[in-house]
């Protein structure tokens, strides 16, 4: 199958999801996760789809700095400054945690060394802020903990 049907396919998949989630009044981002969680689940073998090239400096260039511009461009420098300790009393032990708890869980569930389990805890343990910013956004959660 071509790269664009592959492309195609994806979007509309997306479409449907997000009407279906608009509908059932569920974030968007969980029903995504739901939707995939299924197909996986379900091992669809139907469609055999090629696996997608992207160069890793195309997100780091084009994608990455204008989320990142947006997410730091509706910052409130106040209220930074006024959460800045609860901030950085949950990032820092918070990242640590979730690090050395996927680690340790990936080394004793895949059986895979505990430096290549560590280094993807490392990897995944930093939650996408502006993923996060847009599901508070969309659940109308209070801007003092959307900011923390």
């Given at each position: ?52 090239k ?48 996927t ?10 060394t ?35």
């Amino acid at each position: 199958m071509s790269i664009e049907i592959q492309l195609v396919v994806f979007l509309t998949v997306a479409v449907l999801v997000s009407y279906i989630a608009t509908r059932l009044r569920l974030p968007y981002a969980i029903a995504m996760v739901l939707t995939g969680l299924g197909v996986s689940l379900l091992n669809l073998r139907v469609i055999q789809f090629e696996p997608l090239k992207l160069d890793p400096h195309l997100i780091l260039i084009t994608f990455l700095p204008p989320l990142l511009f947006e997410a730091a461009y509706h910052i409130d420098f106040h209220q930074l400054r006024r959460y800045l300790r609860p901030i950085v009393l949950l990032a820092i032990p918070g990242v640590i945690f979730a690090t050395i708890l996927t680690g340790l869980l990936m080394h004793f569930t895949l059986q895979i060394t505990l430096v290549s389990a560590l280094l993807f805890g490392v990897i995944v343990a930093a939650t996408d802020p502006v993923a996060v910013i847009a599901l508070f956004k969309q659940l109308g959660v209070d801007k003092r903990l959307s900011m923390i």
